[in-house]
């Protein structure tokens, strides 16, 4: 007799921003405003070194590097794998892309 496949479970989902900014604002007794206003600063500090020096750490969270992924050609004639039929690649223009590298505790904690 085949053994009955294992149902996959349902994934959590994430935390919301709203949801985020009310668990720090309960923890840290700070109004859910002062929160927002300090996730705004520290967006704009991140991005305005990303683009300044391509590279910022978060202290006891992760370090932030800007990396630039050069264009590719397309007009290349390739085979769908899932359905088989014919199409051709498009160009992809040259672009930033941000790489997240964790500390070393986080790594470890999720394990």
């Known amino acids: 007799m085949a053994k009955a496949k294992p149902k996959a479970k349902k ?4 935390m919301t ?4 900014v009310a668990h720090v604002a309960e ?7 002062q929160i927002d206003a300090v996730l705004d600063v520290i967006r704009e500090t991140i991005t305005s070194e990303l ?11 992760a370090k932030l590097k800007r ?4 264009a590719k050609k397309g007009g290349e004639k390739k085979i769908n794998r899932l359905d088989g039929k ?4 498009k160009d992809k223009p040259a ?15 999720l394990l």
């Open 27 to 33: 923890k840290t007794e700070l109004t859910k405003k």
């Open 95 to 109: 672009h930033y892309k941000v790489k997240v590298n964790p500390i070393k505790a986080f790594k470890t904690a």
């Open 17 to 20: 921003k709203s949801a985020f």
């Open 67 to 70: 990396q630039f992924v050069e």
């Open 11 to 14: 994934a959590k989902k994430s």
């Open 51 to 61: 683009k300044s020096t391509g590279a910022i750490v978060l202290p006891g969270i």
């Open 86 to 89: 014919e199409y051709i690649t």
